[in-house]
Structure formats: C-alpha cells, structure tokens
C-alpha cells in the first residue's frame, strides 16, 4: 500500500469519517513513516486552524467591509438586486 493511500485514509480520520482501514494499521505506517508522521502533524495543525475559523467566524470588521461591498450600507440598507446591465 502506498502513502497515498494512507493519507487519504488518516484525512478521513480526521474528518471523523470512516477511514476504510483498522485504526491499528494507520497508526503502525504513521509510526513507521517519517513522511506520514510529518504530513499527518501538518494535516492536524491546518484542521484545527480551520475548525477554530469556523467556530468564531469572520471578524466583526471583515463583515462591516463585506456588506459595505455589497451594498448593505447604502441609503436604503440592503444589497443590489444583482449584477446591473452597462448601457452603451
């Protein structure tokens, strides 16, 4: 079995999802493979930085800046319709 298929299988462990091979069997090759070992610490530490975004969400001043794009800080507070058509 190659990396590659190990990695798909410990990235589905970290999802929480099925990994489709014993528990037991990952962890030997991560204990084995130094390649594995290093993408494995790599692949945890971007899941939790991904999961910590999710969990606070976007800043209150990346918001202010979106919806003011969008329109939500015009005069009549909400955004365009959609895109406009440009008159030639």
Known sequence: MRCAQ?????????????SGLPEVRLDK??????????????AEQLHGRVRAGATDGPS??????????????GPEGRAPDGPRSVER
């Open 6 to 18: 190990f990695r798909t299988a410990l990235s589905a462990r970290l999802d929480g999802e099925p």
């Open 29 to 42: 090759h991560v204990a084995r493979c130094a390649s594995c070992r290093e993408w494995l610490a790599r």
């Open 60 to 73: 209150p001043e990346w918001s202010a800046r979106l919806l003011a794009r969008l329109g939500e800080g």
